[in-house]
Every structure is written in C-alpha cells, then in structure tokens.
C-alpha cells in the first residue's frame, strides 16, 4: 500500500470506490481546512465531498447527504 489515499473513496459497499483495505487504515479528510468526520464519499481531483446530514435517511435506508465543493485533503490518520 502506498501512503498517499487514493483519490475518491466511498464509505457506501454498493459504491464502486469503496475499498475496504483503505479504510481499515483509517482515512481523514479536511475539507476548505477543517477536519470532517461525517465524509460519506470525497473526489480529490474533483474537489468535492459529500458528507452525511444528521439522521434522516432516504426511502432506501442510506443516509441523507449533501455535496460540497471545496479544496479536499485527505490523509491516514496515526496510531
């Protein structure tokens, strides 16, 4: 594995980005600067993360997001 996050990754398993061997290592992401810990999915490239909104879930039982657009920097946190 490499140090460096890929450059987008989901937390959904139905998502094609998800990969759960990079999770396990536990990633962070700021977002414009502040650490996020509600990221559902982020695009390094693209510039945008979608981060999950309180409680309330669709019709399918997923999480409500909201997606945002702004500088990403994801990271492996330490141990």
């Not at 509600?38 to 309330?56: F, I, K, M, P, Q």
């Amino acid at each position: 594995m490499t140090d460096t996050p890929p450059d987008r990754l989901s937390t959904n398993p139905k998502s094609p980005y998800f990969d759960a061997a990079v999770l396990e290592r536990n990633v962070g992401v700021r977002f414009k600067g502040v650490e996020k810990t509600n990221v559902e999915e982020y695009c390094v490239s693209e510039g945008w993360v979608r981060l999950s909104v309180g409680t309330a879930k669709d019709r399918a039982g997923n999480p409500m997001t909201i997606k945002l657009q702004g500088p990403v920097e994801p990271y492996f946190r330490e141990e």
